[in-house]
């Protein structure tokens, strides 16, 4: 017997369809209490999966829509309980009073993630599964959607298995000899661990190198807009989000603190940060909003160093600034492009910065006409290749998942350090078992609660 949860589905905005769910112990009993099926046939008596036509009632029994019903018994449904749905016109007022009939007729409000979460409880998906669910509700590009939807037809799952299934194979052999000594099994040799843990060892050095593109692909890419005052940073970031988010005026020092956006460019989500204007300054406003520049800049994998292309380069003191400024982003970021910025008003420089190296990547834009935005979008796209669309849902996209592989890998190296000294296999193979438990714990096979709990939590209710 199961708690029956209830919860509206669908966004609580004047919409053509909203979705009330239920799911637990007595589902379609408790539907029948707000439903009056035109066929007079009550949903307990429908076969699985069928569309019924029938009134939905509010609390006191008054018609309150025409809807659409449907059931779906255990196992065979998303949560793997009795479920059932109630579609009808969007109305948030018709949902709120169908929702509040419900309570009454015995359900309890779901909790966040909740029918998820049972799906997962009741094994119709495991936690990598689960978590797509979450990356495809909040996917914000197309190849965060195809990520999303190929995990959650299990790629990631089936590749973790499939290191997974070598080591228990090691495990179980190596038992077997030792359990059954008079069985004809064929006798267990050192190399052989070795030659299975290399594999698993490689396995897991690839799957970990899936981690920065599957986190960027689903999270967002952080970018730290930098220059100094006047570069024309907030210009940008308005120019790319396509309306006024940040003020721009022609006085220096306008930005005092970190704007943050996202918005896609080049077909990469990037999660823009406009920061105050990097110089030296008396200002305890504008100085605090310099310091927040700077760790948002540490912070980024991305950093556009903004120049303003309208200047002829010809003041040393701007020049040196602008040279200690492209330092300490090529310094603190992974990736920086330069952006000459006003390229459509004269300008004194040369195409080509005077101090940066051989290959930097170089973008000429005017935000006002928007000439040049392409060109970044090419250069983004080229600093974070998209991959090979065979391998979407089979990366790793979330700090969970790559600490658990991380984990794993680490005690396949400790085994392969104790095999290499001599260790007898009995040891080696108790950090294999260790390994089996790490990728357990990626998979949900071990999970412990309070991680499920912090996972579903996530979740929008009525999902």
């Not at 369809?17 to 589902?27: D, E, F, K, N, W």
């Not at 005026?249 to 943050?260: A, C, F, K, N, S």
């Not at 603190?332 to 459509?344: E, G, I, N, Q, W």
């Amino acid at each position: 017997m199961s708690e029956l949860i209830a919860a509206i589905s669908t966004p609580p905005v004047p919409s053509a369809i909203g979705v009330l769910r239920l799911s637990g112990s007595g589902a379609a009993a408790c539907a029948d209490r707000v439903f009056r099926a035109r066929s007079g046939r009550p949903l307990t008596q429908t076969p699985d999966r069928q569309l019924v036509y029938g009134s939905l009632l509010d609390r006191a029994g008054n018609v309150i829509d025409q809807v659409l019903a449907t059931v779906s018994r255990a196992p065979h449904s998303y949560t793997g309980e009795d479920t059932a749905e109630l579609q009808c016109h969007g109305a948030p007022v018709v949902l709120s009073m169908a929702l509040e009939a419900l309570y009454a007729a015995g359900a309890r409000p779901a909790r966040p993630g909740e029918f998820t979460q049972r799906a997962f409880l009741n094994g119709k998906l495991d936690l990598t599964q689960a978590e797509a669910v979450a990356d495809l509700l909040e996917a914000e590009t197309p190849q965060a959607a195809r990520t999303a939807a190929g995990q959650l037809t299990g790629a990631l799952s089936r590749r973790v298995e499939g290191i997974y299934d070598g080591l228990v194979d090691l495990l179980a052999h190596f038992h077997a000899v030792l359990d059954y000594p008079d069985e004809d099994i064929d006798p267990f040799r050192v190399q052989e661990i070795g030659e299975a843990m290399g594999r698993a060892e490689r396995g897991l050095k690839e799957l970990l190198a899936t981690y920065d593109r599957g986190k960027f692909l689903t999270r967002g890419v952080p970018c730290a807009i930098v220059g100094l005052p006047n570069a024309g940073k907030s210009s940008l970031l308005n120019a790319l989000l396509g309306y006024q988010r940040a003020i721009v005026t022609d006085i220096p020092g306008t930005t005092r603190d970190t704007v943050e956006e996202r918005c896609v460019v080049g077909g990469v989500l990037l999660r823009l940060i406009d920061t105050a204007g990097l110089r030296d300054t008396d200002d305890p406003v504008e100085k605090l909003g310099v310091e927040r520049s700077r760790a948002a800049l540490a912070g980024a994998e991305l950093a556009l160093v903004l120049v303003d292309g309208s200047e002829a380069g010809e003041d040393p003191n701007r020049l040196a600034a602008e040279r200690s400024l492209w330092e300490e982003a090529v310094a603190r970021c992974p990736r920086a492009v330069l952006v000459f910025t006003k390229s459509d008003l004269p300008h004194g420089w040369e195409r080509g910065f005077p101090f940066h190296g051989e290959g930097t990547p170089e973008v000429w834009l005017s935000a006002r006409t928007g000439a040049g935005l392409e060109a970044l979008g090419e250069v983004v796209a080229r600093l974070f290749p998209q991959g090979d669309g065979g391998e979407a849902g089979s990366m790793l996209t979330n700090a969970r998942q790559a600490q658990a592989a991380q984990a794993a890998l680490a005690a396949l190296q400790e085994a392969g350090v104790g095999l290499r000294a001599g260790v007898t296999p009995d040891a080696v193979l108790t950090d294999v078992e260790s390994a089996l438990e790490s990728l357990g714990e990626l998979t949900g096979r071990t999970v412990r609660e309070d991680v499920v709990a912090r996972i579903f939590s996530r979740f929008c209710v009525g999902k």
